[in-house]
T-cell receptor
Framework: GDSVTQMEGPVTLSEEAFLTINCTYTATGYPSLFWYVQYPGEGLQLLLKATKADDKGSNKGFEATYRKETTSFHLEKGSVQVSDSAVYFCALGPAGGYQKVTFGTGTKLQVIP | ETGVTQSPTHLIKTRGQQVTLRCSSQSGHNTVSWYQQALGQGPQFIFQYYREEENGRGNFPPRFSGLQFPNYSSELNVNALELDDSALYLC????????????FGPGTRLTVT
């Protein structure tokens, strides 16, 4: 079945550092890929998405490129801020059928001043 | 535009009891999905409702059941509660067409003692 593997955290960075959170997936067909963010005490918010190979999703300075050849969707940001501290989830939606979204286990990011 | 809302925010139940959680979809969305998020884990898909019928289910026992109403709001019912049912329950709404983009509510924190 479909699955998502993302790097374990927590990841601790200083403000203005470069961020990479790795994500790889296993799925049949051509899934849509997502990054969701969860701030403390809140629900999930969609951060960015990509629906086909080589698409780049971007939002709030975060970027991720859909790489079908490596089945990856790594999240990057050039300069993190304290306000980026949260848990980040990589996820995929199947190419067909009902809209089950499969999530990774999440990576906690802590940015220190 | 009204976002996804869930009630109650927190709930404490005793093992063996039954619980009902409620969700109101984002305006214009006709599909509702429910997820269980255990502490420190990614959300796990429970089931999805479209046009008042269940059209997809994850690996959860029958004591997890749901309803969707004509206004697209939804309920999640859990019978015979077990300690392992303690989790954050997330509701997400979406349009059935499109790129599987789901909008999440803030969740209901259920504690089973």
């Amino acid at each position: 079945g479909d699955s998502v593997t993302q790097m374990e955290g927590p990841v601790t960075l200083s403000e203005e550092a470069f961020l990479t959170i790795n994500c790889t997936y296993t799925a049949t067909g051509y899934p849509s890929l997502f990054w969701y963010v969860q701030y403390p005490g809140e629900g999930l918010q969609l951060l960015l998405k990509a629906t086909k190979a080589d698409d780049k999703g971007s939002n709030k300075g975060f970027e991720a490129t859909y790489r079908k050849e490596t089945t990856s969707f790594h999240l990057e940001k050039g300069s993190v801020q304290v306000s980026d501290s949260a848990v980040y989830f990589c996820a995929l939606g199947p190419a067909g059928g009902y809209q089950k979204v499969t999530f990774g286990t999440g990576t906690k990011l802590q940015v220190i001043p | 535009e009204t976002g996804v809302t869930q009630s109650p925010t927190h709930l404490i139940k005793t093992r063996g009891q039954q619980v009902t959680l409620r969700c109101s979809s984002q305006s214009g969305h006709n599909t509702v999905s429910w997820y269980q998020q255990a502490l420190g884990q990614g959300p796990q898909f429970i089931f999805q409702y479209y046009r008042e019928e269940e059209n997809g289910r994850g690996n959860f026992p029958p004591r997890f059941s749901g309803l969707q109403f004509p206004n697209y709001s939804s309920e999640l019912n859990v019978n015979a509660l077990e300690l392992d049912d303690s989790a954050l329950y997330l509701c997400a709404s979406s349009l059935v067409q499109g790129s599987y983009e789901q909008y999440f509510g803030p969740g209901t924190r259920l504690t089973v003692t």
